[in-house]
């Protein structure tokens, strides 16, 4: 059991360049999660689906597209990055929201650069 | 105005010591809350949770204690190991009734160093 798998793990990128990060999860759940990490700032809720074929903006979600086409995977797109998304970025599913499932399992993450 | 933020940046403690690490949140309508652990290069991990309507609840070698009266949350953690070295994040789960889902808030963390 994998839980949460981030791909890939580090990744530099030149301003205006494009890039996907891929989430899987395999333990079946019903929420993911992407979220941005920055120095001092806690964890900043991107984007996240209630489900497969859905999506839904979080705090920040400029500059930044997602998509869920199977369950099991969520998947964030830049489609012109910029210096201010240099960050580690998080993604997480947990099994359903309310009655006690509200954990999140996290992957190890995704260390990215904007030059 | 809606934040989680804790007391302390950083906090030292030896080894076999107990730690105490605090937290505060603003929201009165959050209805559960969370503790992850985060170690160096990887992804905060579930410790310990809480709901709203509890003021303790334990695990192995953790405490999460919860005073709704002055919004206040702390992580005890006994006899502190090399190994409980990492950032302590608190959540707070917060209902949003008008879109009928919920949004979990998270502190900005606090460092736990342990020496020996």
């Known amino acids: 059991n994998a839980g949460v798998t981030q791909t890939p793990k580090f990744r530099v990128l030149k301003t205006g360049q494009s890039m996907t990060l891929l989430c899987a999860q395999d333990?079946?759940?019903?929420?993911m999660y992407w979220y941005r990490q920055d120095p001092g700032m806690g964890l900043r809720l991107i984007h996240y689906s209630v489900g497969e074929g859905t999506t839904a903006k979080g705090e920040v979600p400029d500059g930044y597209n997602v998509s869920r086409l199977k369950k099991q995977n969520f998947l964030l797109g830049l489609e012109s990055a910029a210096p201010s998304q240099t960050s580690v970025y998080f993604c997480a599913s947990s099994l359903r929201r309310g009655t006690g499932n509200e954990k999140l399992f996290f992957g190890s993450g995704t260390q990215l650069s904007v030059l | 105005g809606e934040s989680v933020g804790l007391h302390l940046p950083t906090l030292s403690v030896q080894e076999g010591d107990n730690s105490i690490i605090n937290c505060a949140y603003s929201n009165s309508a959050s209805d559960y809350f969370i503790w992850y652990k985060q170690e160096s290069g990887k992804g905060p991990q579930f410790i310990i949770d809480i709901r709203s309507n509890m003021d303790k609840r334990q695990g192995q070698r953790v405490t999460v204690l919860l005073n709704k009266t002055v919004k206040h949350l702390s992580l005890q953690i006994a006899a502190t190991q090399p190994g409980d070295s990492a950032v302590y994040f608190c959540a707070e789960n917060m209902r949003m009734e008008s879109y009928n889902t919920d949004k979990l808030i998270f502190g900005t963390g606090t460092r736990l160093q342990v020496f020996p």
């Open positions: 333990m079946n759940h019903e929420y």
